[in-house]
Structures are given as structure tokens and as C-alpha cells.
């Protein structure tokens, strides 16, 4: 298994934007079967942190992800002109 790990900041004004365009991309990710688990988290304090928890069987799961339409349209896309990607980071498991 492999995990992915991504925060996101959205611009002033932007975040319900964000929002909607998150709940898109974690709808159709999660449709994937390769993917185990796809949860969108956003920020008690602060509203316009978005926090990105991915689960994936394997590389060749985490790769077909990233070829799919809806994550070009959604995360090479409309996020991009939305905010900012402050960090993303992988982990396996223990």
C-alpha cells in the first residue's frame, strides 16, 4: 500500500470553490480500483486549509490515478487556479 498526503491552501474568496471542486475529485477518485481510500479534510480554524488523505494498493494504482480525466481536469486544473499545494508527501505503512 501507498499513501499520499497533500495539503492545500485555498486563495481569499476561493474556498467554497475549492470545496466543491475537492468533493468532485473525491467522488470519482474513490470510484477507482486501485484506490482504497480518498478523504478530503478541511481545516477547523482555519477554512481556507484543505488536507488531502490518499490510499492506493500500490504505484501502479497511485500512477493510474494520476492519468484519469477527472484528475487532470480537477488537480492539474480548476485546484490550481483555486489555490495553493503546500506540500505533499508518501508513506507506506509499518
Known amino acids: 500500500m501507498i499513501v499520499l498526503a497533500v495539503t492545500w491552501k485555498a486563495h ?20 477507482e480500483p486501485g484506490c482504497l481510500m480518498y478523504v478530503v479534510h478541511r481545516g477547523r480554524e482555519d477554512r481556507s486549509r484543505f488536507f488531502v488523505y490518499e490510499q492506493y494498493k500500490d504505484e501502479a494504482a497511485l500512477e493510474a ?9 480537477y488537480a492539474r486544473g ?8 503546500l506540500d505533499a508527501h508518501l508513506y507506506e505503512p509499518i
Open 65 to 73: 490515478h494520476r492519468a484519469t480525466p477527472h484528475f487532470r481536469l
Open 78 to 85: 480548476e485546484l490550481m487556479t483555486l489555490g495553493d499545494r
Open 12 to 31: 481569499p474568496g476561493k474556498e467554497e470553490e475549492m470545496k466543491r471542486v475537492f468533493s468532485l475529485l473525491q467522488a470519482e477518485s474513490r470510484k
